[in-house]
């Protein structure tokens, strides 16, 4: 009998950081997660939710925020509109339409550039995620988890086209 074991993203996020030696953070309660989403009057789709309850990003420490690759996955308190991390960092904001639905929650090389998933009022919603702070936006994903199968297996698609 052929049995297939069903991991969730975090699940195999999770697995795959404790491979490389890295910290796993504990997720936020749950509490946290209604706060962050009605601050920004959003609902997180399903499984952007249960990532943040279940990991909650990184650990912010030298050594353990990023991979070996340098892919850093935010914690929630550090997750933000695209407009407002684009103003943190002095860069200009991404030329999409509703930027301001797009959440940067992960990002490359120490913000050689970043990835921003669009969050909205609807949690099966439309949840695209996109580069951040390269010269054109370029659409990545369809969703969180096609994200990190994408990121678990080190895709081209995670990097910006070559000039």
């Not at 404790?18 to 910290?23: I, Q």
């Not at 309850?53 to 550090?78: I, K, R, T, Y």
């Amino acid at each position: 009998m052929n049995v297939t074991i069903y991991m969730s993203p975090y699940q195999k996020l999770r697995v795959y950081w404790k491979s490389l030696g890295l910290n796993v953070q504990r997720g936020v309660p749950e509490s946290a997660v209604r706060l962050f989403e009605t601050q920004n009057s959003l609902i997180l789709p399903p499984d952007v939710r249960d990532y943040f309850l279940n990991v909650n990003g990184m650990e912010q420490v030298c050594g353990h925020d990023c991979d070996a690759n340098g892919f850093s996955f935010w914690p929630l308190q550090l997750v933000k509109s695209a407009p407002a991390v684009c103003a943190a960092e002095s860069i200009g904001a991404p030329t999409l339409p509703n930027a301001e639905q797009y959440y940067v929650f992960a990002d490359y090389m120490q913000w050689s550039w970043a990835y921003a998933i669009r969050l909205g009022s609807e949690p099966w919603g439309i949840n695209d995620v996109v580069h951040v702070g390269t010269v054109a936006p370029k659409a990545v994903a369809g969703s969180f988890t096609e994200f990190v199968e994408l990121y678990l297996t080190n895709s081209q698609v995670l990097y910006p086209n070559p000039r």
